[in-house]
């Protein structure tokens, strides 16, 4: 059951349930520890669900701004040591009805119905981590910049599943904590999850603000204690092979150029980079575009060495002339063209009220 806390009470107790949006107060969900990991498989049939925490407080914002949703939503959470499980049912009363035709991951899922899952480790209502599902399981994610702005380059590792039934939908998510900067000594999360009705139009959630769900209108879900990230230790060795071949000269040659990347979390707030002769020839390709105007483009960050915590990185939401800092110069020349990258080193994250960032790069002349 949802509780209430005014803003300037903190956690300290549950009130009484009322209009929080009207009245400034919080609300506030209790989790509870499962000792058995639920399957995902679409099915609430697991004893994780029957002992979880559960919200059915959902209001509209789209059409209606806080009107009574036209179909109704359950929700469970539960953790353990390693995940936050969420558990969604969504009725449906024309379950043939749902749309559900993107199939590919990372793919914009807005004209398909889905749920989506807002974290924000940190409760501070300034950035936080989007985990959407569609009733295929197509999933997509991104991380927040500022309360309101979501970088969708970004991805994690986490998993769901999501089945139609007879009564609806169900989707399941398991979040590692692996994949989350968070403090193990605040028990108390910023949450909120939003559910699209797609051919209604309709946009449901638990809590929102002048129409939006973002980290900077997040309920809060409270008693995650015990969390563990593991060692936080990742590290991906590569090897680039070129086989080039003179037909004029009749020659051929072989050039091998093995690189490193290591990540590591001092703390579970504190994060830590290198990077040896960094290849980026997974990184996706960036789209093609025609600039008509007299302003350079500003193409989004895609590698994985600088989407670590990127959100340390921007800067009062300043997207186009005038940013203070875009790592898409890193590894241009001055003309433009491709610089490798020998080494870099990056140190991110959070300690107390501050964020930290400290980014080091040398590359080749």
């Given at each position: 059951?949802?509780?209430?806390?005014?803003?300037?009470?903190?956690?300290?107790?549950?009130?009484?349930?009322?209009?929080?949006?009207?009245?400034?107060?919080?609300?506030?969900?209790?989790?509870?520890?499962?000792?058995?990991?639920?399957?995902?498989?679409?099915?609430?049939?697991?004893?994780?669900?029957?002992?979880?925490?559960?919200?059915?407080?959902?209001?509209?914002?789209?059409?209606?701004?806080?009107?009574?949703?036209?179909?109704?939503?359950?929700?469970?959470?539960?953790?353990?040591?390693?995940?936050?499980?969420?558990?969604?049912?969504?009725?449906?009363?024309?379950?043939?009805?749902?749309?559900?035709?993107?199939?590919?991951?990372?793919?914009?899922?807005?004209?398909?119905?889905?749920?989506?899952?807002?974290?924000?480790?940190?409760?501070?209502?300034?950035?936080?981590?989007?985990?959407?599902?569609?009733?295929?399981?197509?999933?997509?994610?991104?991380?927040?910049?500022?309360?309101?702005?979501?970088?969708?380059?970004?991805?994690?590792?986490?998993?769901?599943?999501?089945?139609?039934?007879d009564a609806g939908w169900v989707a399941e998510f398991a979040i590692p904590f692996k994949t989350l900067n968070f403090d193990p000594?605040?028990?108390?999360?910023?949450?909120?999850?939003?559910?699209?009705?797609?051919?209604?139009?309709?946009?449901?959630?638990?809590?929102?603000?002048?129409?939006?769900?973002?980290?900077?209108?997040?309920?809060?879900?409270?008693?995650?204690?015990?969390?563990?990230?593991?060692?936080?230790?990742?590290?991906?060795?590569?090897?680039?092979?070129?086989?080039?071949?003179?037909?004029?000269?009749?020659?051929?040659?072989?050039?091998?150029?093995?690189?490193?990347?290591?990540?590591?979390?001092?703390?579970?707030?504190?994060?830590?980079?290198?990077?040896?002769?960094?290849?980026?020839?997974?990184?996706?390709?960036?789209?093609?575009?025609?600039?008509?105007?007299?302003?350079?483009?500003?193409?989004?960050?895609?590698?994985?060495?600088?989407?670590?915590?990127?959100d340390i990185f921007s800067f009062g939401g300043l997207e186009r002339n005038g940013i203070p800092f875009f790592s898409r110069r890193?590894?241009l020349s001055d003309d433009g063209r491709p610089v490798d990258l020998e080494v870099g080193a990056k140190l991110t994250g959070r300690?107390?009220?501050?964020?930290?960032?400290?980014?080091?790069?040398?590359?080749?002349?």
């Amino acid at each position: 059951m949802t509780g209430f806390l005014p803003v300037s009470q903190g956690l300290a107790q549950d009130t009484s349930p009322g209009d929080a949006a009207a009245s400034g107060e919080v609300k506030v969900l209790r989790l509870y520890r499962t000792d058995t990991p639920p399957t995902l498989d679409g099915r609430l049939d697991d004893a994780a669900w029957s002992g979880a925490a559960t919200m059915d407080d959902m209001h509209q914002y789209e059409p209606v701004d806080h009107g009574v949703p036209s179909e109704p939503t359950t929700v469970y959470l539960a953790y353990d040591d390693e995940n936050l499980y969420v558990a969604v049912r969504m009725w449906d009363s024309e379950p043939d009805r749902i749309m559900a035709r993107e199939l590919v991951q990372n793919r914009d899922l807005r004209w398909d119905d889905s749920v989506t899952v807002y974290i924000d480790p940190f409760n501070s209502r300034r950035t936080g981590y989007r985990f959407q599902v569609n009733p295929n399981g197509s999933r997509d994610d991104a991380v927040f910049e500022t309360p309101t702005n979501a970088n969708v380059d970004w991805d994690g590792i986490w998993h769901a599943e999501a089945r139609i039934d007879d009564a609806g939908w169900v989707a399941e998510f398991a979040i590692p904590f692996k994949t989350l900067n968070f403090d193990p000594d605040n028990p108390d999360w910023g949450f909120s999850i939003e559910r699209s009705i797609a051919r209604k139009q309709e946009e449901i959630a638990w809590v929102s603000y002048n129409r939006q769900v973002n980290p900077g209108t997040t309920g809060v879900i409270s008693g995650l204690t015990g969390l563990r990230q593991g060692r936080g230790l990742d590290i991906a060795p590569s090897i680039v092979s070129t086989q080039s071949r003179d037909f004029e000269a009749d020659s051929s040659g072989v050039d091998t150029e093995p690189s490193l990347d290591l990540f590591y979390n001092f703390t579970p707030s504190f994060t830590g980079a290198l990077t040896f002769n960094t290849d980026f020839s997974a990184t996706e390709v960036d789209d093609r575009r025609i600039n008509l105007t007299r302003f350079s483009l500003f193409f989004p960050e895609k590698r994985d060495f600088f989407l670590r915590d990127v959100d340390i990185f921007s800067f009062g939401g300043l997207e186009r002339n005038g940013i203070p800092f875009f790592s898409r110069r890193i590894g241009l020349s001055d003309d433009g063209r491709p610089v490798d990258l020998e080494v870099g080193a990056k140190l991110t994250g959070r300690v107390g009220r501050w964020n930290v960032g400290a980014l080091n790069i040398r590359q080749d002349a």
